[in-house]
């Protein structure tokens, strides 16, 4: 069935540090793929996303590109600022699935130190 | 306008006690989902309505979980009895299918329910 797995965590990093949390996912056929995060005391919030191979979804410095050949949706930021501790889920929405249903990672908690 | 609201923000509570949790989705939001993140582990789909109907209910553990979302506006998520292994963050979304969107509609999650079973 359809699943994402992503590094585990947790990620310490110094401000203005480079980022990349890994994520891959299994599926049959092309699915969508998102990244979700979520800050201290709040919800779940789209960080990005991509709905094709090649595509490059990006927002707030942050960019991942969906590698078809490698099953992979890396999440990558050249320069990280405290400001992005949160924790990190890489998702996928199935092709044919459920509107909505998605199945997640298990989470990389991101913590930047200044 | 207002965001997913969920109630409470936390509950404890004894194994073999019930708990009752609330979502209020986005107004006009016909669609509404829960998921479940035990500690440390993925966020899953347990349900989806669509407006007072349950589309999809493949996600639900067992039958000591019920959810209702009588007239179509907010739904509520019952365990009785409640299990230590039940213990997680309940989080709720609702999102509403645009003509031509299609998948793409965006997900809006509330801050999720902090559930502990001792």
């Known amino acids: 069935g359809d699943s994402v797995t992503q590094m585990e965590g947790p990620v310490t990093l110094s401000e203005e540090a480079f980022l990349t949390i890994n994520c891959t996912y299994t599926?049959?056929?092309?699915?969508?793929l998102f990244w979700y995060v979520q800050y201290p005391g709040e919800g779940l919030q789209l960080l990005l996303k991509a709905t094709k191979a090649d595509d490059k979804g990006s927002n707030k410095g942050f960019e991942a590109t969906y590698r078809k050949e490698t099953t992979s949706f890396h999440l990558e930021k050249g320069s990280v600022q405290v400001s992005d501790s949160a924790v990190y889920f890489c998702a996928l929405k199935g092709r044919g699935s459920t509107l909505g249903r998605l199945y997640f990672g298990r989470g990389t908690q991101l913590t930047v130190w200044p | 306008e207002a965001g997913v609201t969920q109630f409470p923000s936390h509950s404890v509570i004894e194994k073999g006690q019930t708990v009752t949790l609330r979502c209020d989705p986005i107004s006009g939001h016909d669609n509404l989902y829960w998921y479940r993140r035990v500690m440390g582990k993925e966020i899953k789909f347990l349900l989806h309505?669509?407006?007072?109907?349950?589309?999809?209910e493949s996600g639900m553990p067992n039958n000591r979980f019920l959810a209702e979302r009588t007239g179509g506006t907010y739904s509520t998520l019952k365990v009785q009895p409640a299990e230590l292994e039940d213990s997680g963050v309940y989080f709720c979304?609702?999102?509403?299918?645009?003509?031509?969107?299609?998948?793409?509609?965006?997900?809006?999650f509330g801050n999720g329910t902090r559930l502990t079973v001792t």
């Open positions: 599926a049959t056929g092309y699915p969508s």
């Open positions: 309505f669509v407006k007072e109907s349950k589309q999809d």
């Open positions: 979304a609702s999102s509403q299918d645009l003509p031509g969107q299609g998948a793409r509609s965006p997900l809006h």
